[in-house]
């Protein structure tokens, strides 16, 4: 099948929230640019979380630049409120965006990159990675897993509680993700929780408005060549909104060290004792999905890419947004993106006028 090529100023790949902000702050210089989304629609990876997942920021401090997300009338935002927005978004700036189309890899052409998907490629002069984490789940591996015969699954792909009922579930992880997921499959289901460290809990009135402020004071405070040793609270601690305040309250938010090794039929424990065990969901994480920036040769070990602020160290045209703290503090947040985002556009600005 014959590809067909454009030239941009500005190749984004992914149509997430990252890809927006940056859009925003592109369309404001003039260059001509496009967002690469392999998705069907907007939205980027909120179109797969689960149904009742909820942000534990309010609207106001859940927002990209430019537009603000629509207050909701009850507690903080759904799932669905945020892909409302992230498509509204999208069709207010009228961002020039083609999908779905899944890059396959980049090439070196000259002094451009050659984005490459099928049936279709395009020739920058700069490209922003901004493909997120959800296509490249983490899944730890323990002993036996390949023989034992429940159901496994990564929150990338859990949808609800219902298919668990009556089910017993090993929930694995102990950030928000794994939290909220027990909170709502502990209602149909036993349950058992298994994180690496006893999970940290912040305070009841804690939100992601305040670890975003943390986070910032943090930011600035290395800007200006300060240590801030004190912990404050990660945006990787659980944050008590309503959902996992009621499974406290139930009793359920009581977690055990990691087991040794499956068995056919469930797990086995350093004391020798097992657990049948249906159903495995691991809420482990995810890596950088980066995969076809291997054909640049820019890929580390660890699966990242180096980089000084958003700017690749081994490629002068090519920037990431949006990965977590490794590119900008807190960048991997509605609200966090905004800062990386707005400098990322400015060196490209600067790049492209010098070259």
Not at 200 to 205: I, K, S, T, V
Not at 214 to 233: D, F, N, S
């Amino acid at each position: 099948m014959p590809s067909t090529r454009t030239e941009v100023d500005v190749a984004i790949i992914g149509g997430g929230q990252s890809a927006l902000a940056v859009a925003y702050f592109l369309r404001r210089t003039g260059r001509s640019f496009v967002i690469i989304d392999a998705e069907d629609a907007p939205g980027g990876a909120w179109r797969h979380g689960w149904s009742s997942l909820r942000l534990f920021s309010p609207s106001t401090w859940s927002s990209i630049a430019g537009w603000m997300m629509p207050p909701v009338t009850d507690g903080y935002p759904s799932r669905d409120h945020v892909l409302n927005y992230l498509s509204q978004y999208e069709q207010r700036y009228q961002f020039p965006t083609e999908r779905p189309y899944w890059v396959s890899a980049i090439e070196r052409w000259d002094n451009r990159l050659h984005v490459k998907a099928r049936g279709r490629s395009w020739l920058a002069r700069a490209v922003v990675s901004a493909t997120g984490t959800w296509r490249h789940p983490f899944l730890p591996h323990y002993p036996g897993s390949e023989t034992f015969t429940g159901q496994q699954l990564h929150s990338a792909h859990y949808v609800d509680a219902a298919p668990f009922a009556g089910k017993t579930v090993l929930v694995v992880g102990g950030g928000n993700s794994g939290a909220q997921i027990l909170a709502e499959v502990s209602k149909v289901a036993d349950t058992l929780w298994v994180t690496p460290q006893p999970p940290q809990f912040l305070a009841d009135d804690v939100d992601g408005r305040v670890l975003f402020e943390r986070a910032t004071e943090r930011w600035k405070a290395q800007l200006a060549g300060i240590v801030i040793e004190q912990p404050v609270g990660g945006l990787g601690d659980i944050v008590m909104v309503p959902p996992v305040i009621e499974a406290r309250e139930r009793g359920v938010l009581n977690a055990v060290r990691p087991f040794e090794h499956f068995t056919e039929t469930g797990v086995a424990w350093a004391d020798g004792s097992h657990t049948p065990v249906d159903v495995v969901i691991w809420c482990t994480g995810f890596h950088p999905a980066l995969g076809y920036l291997e054909s640049l040769g820019v890929c580390t070990a660890d699966g990242r890419v180096a980089v000084e602020g958003t700017h690749s160290t081994q490629e002068p045209r090519l920037w990431l947004v949006g990965y977590g703290d490794w590119t900008g503090a807190a960048s991997a947040t509605l609200i966090g993106v905004t800062r990386t985002a707005r400098s990322t556009v400015e060196e490209i600005e600067q790049f492209l006028t010098e070259h």
